[in-house]
């Protein structure tokens, strides 16, 4: 929360800005900080240096191309209708000196990174379980952004995704606080309660309440 809190960014809120993922190690409840998608592009606007960074999906009915080397190039066209399952992902940005970047992954390289990368990939809390699309887009950004000229201060703040620290009287700065995270193969994912309400992902409505609400046996 702390984490949250100094990088200006919500936590498990329907603005996707961060996610609170927990985890039961060796029997001690731990708890992981994630930035989401839209986090990592506040934190890139407010570098000061990026004036355009969008992420987005590629359907196997669209019309993509690129192309890499000394000049290069990307074209998409997204299809007007039944444009298919989605098979790649793509993320650019743009810097107030004109400078541009590009990075493109397919569907298999983002579950081969997340797998790798991610120790909440299975969880049923985990926004790879829940937003698959979002999750996609903030690790193809991860990777587009490593090659723009950004400030020391976004890089501290991106470096604390995937972090699990202790904040005391003592700490100072949480951001420069070390990482505890000591997750190995007996770490388990907690599992989403069975009776969690269903929320619209846009406006955080719930769809629909839990049997025992609905029973008005909860408050």
């Not at 990088?7 to 409840?29: C, K, S």
């Not at 190039?73 to 992902?89: N, Q």
């Not at 003592?170 to 599992?191: K, Q, R, S």
């Not at 049997?211 to 909860?218: D, M, R, S, T, V």
Request: charged share 25%; hydrophobic share 35%; with cysteine.
């Amino acid at each position: 929360m702390m984490q949250a809190a100094q990088l200006g960014v919500e936590p498990n809120t329907p603005l996707g800005q961060a996610y609170l993922i927990p985890y039961r190690n060796h029997g001690r409840l731990e708890c992981q900080f994630q930035l989401g998608y839209k986090g990592l592009i506040d934190l890139a606007y407010r570098s000061g240096e990026i004036t355009d960074v969008t992420a987005h999906e590629v359907h196997e009915n669209d019309e993509f191309e690129y192309e890499l080397g000394l000049t290069p190039k990307l074209r998409h066209v997204p299809a007007l209708k039944d444009r298919g399952r989605v098979t790649m992902y793509y993320a650019i940005w743009h810097t107030k000196a004109g400078g541009y970047g590009f990075e493109v992954m397919s569907v298999e390289d983002i579950q081969k990174h997340a797998k790798a990368y991610s120790q909440s990939y299975s969880s049923n809390y985990s926004p790879w379980t829940k937003n698959f699309d979002a999750m996609a887009k903030k690790t193809v950004l991860k990777q587009a952004l490593k090659y723009a000229p950004l400030k020391t201060e976004f890089v501290r703040g991106v470096s604390a995704d995937g972090t699990v620290k202790s904040f005391t009287k003592d700490t100072g700065d949480i951001l420069d606080a070390p990482d505890e995270n000591t997750y190995d193969a007996e770490a388990e994912t907690v599992e989403a309660p069975q009776d969690e309400p269903a929320v619209d992902k846009e406006t955080g409505e719930i769809l629909e309440k839990p049997k025992e609400a609905a029973e008005g046996n909860l408050l």
